[in-house]
């Protein structure tokens, strides 16, 4: 099946529930798992994001390994970043919250939602359109955040699925904590 926009975002609830500071989860996704890992990208390149064709597809590749819903993903991709999907979003979004130093809760990042496999991924392997933002599967067996802010994409998992990332040697990876405070 392939990539198709949702307007039902309850697949989102989780993630969006999650009991964590909102930089945190846009960053590392949602707390609870195993394992955390960083995996840098190239300042260099021209859009200077993970779906770059050779990037995106080596860390899709590790994922698939450690999920039993391949066939069955999720993709969150921020409306604020100014580059447009590889298919036409629904109206609906849904929103990460944030409390603010004046206890104000606002909505710091909206989303669009996608559906489609892992292997549907590819479609922001192109330059010219922005990645998703956010990536899991419908087991929840790991979680994918790539914030426009950080260098890197936050990546939370099994160990095992950690392992494979860093042994990868085409991947710059670093592990991480969940409560790691040298993000910036």
Not at 86 to 108: K, L, M
Request: hydrophobic share 40%.
């Amino acid at each position: 099946m392939p990539l198709r926009p949702l307007s039902d975002t309850s697949a989102a609830d989780w993630f969006v529930e999650a009991d964590a500071d909102w930089w945190t989860k846009v960053c590392l996704g949602p707390p609870g798992y195993e394992a955390y890992a960083r995996v840098y990208y190239d300042l260099d390149e021209r859009m200077p994001d993970w779906y770059n064709h050779r990037l995106g597809s080596y860390v899709r590749d590790a994922l698939g390994h450690h999920t039993s819903t391949p066939d069955e993903c999720y993709f969150g991709q921020w409306i604020g970043s100014g580059w447009e999907p590889p298919i036409p979003p629904v109206a609906t979004i849904f929103a990460v919250t944030g409390v603010f130093d004046s206890g104000v809760v606002a909505s710091v990042r909206d989303y669009h939602l996608y559906a489609g496999t892992l292997a549907d991924g590819a479609a922001w392997d192109t330059l010219e359109v922005d990645p998703p933002h956010l990536m899991w599967p419908a087991d929840h067996a790991w979680f994918a955040a790539k914030d426009v802010d950080p260098d890197w994409i936050g990546v939370g998992g099994t160990q095992a699925l950690i392992d494979e990332l860093l042994a990868d040697a085409r991947l710059d990876v670093a592990p991480t904590t969940y409560d790691a405070t040298d993000w910036e």
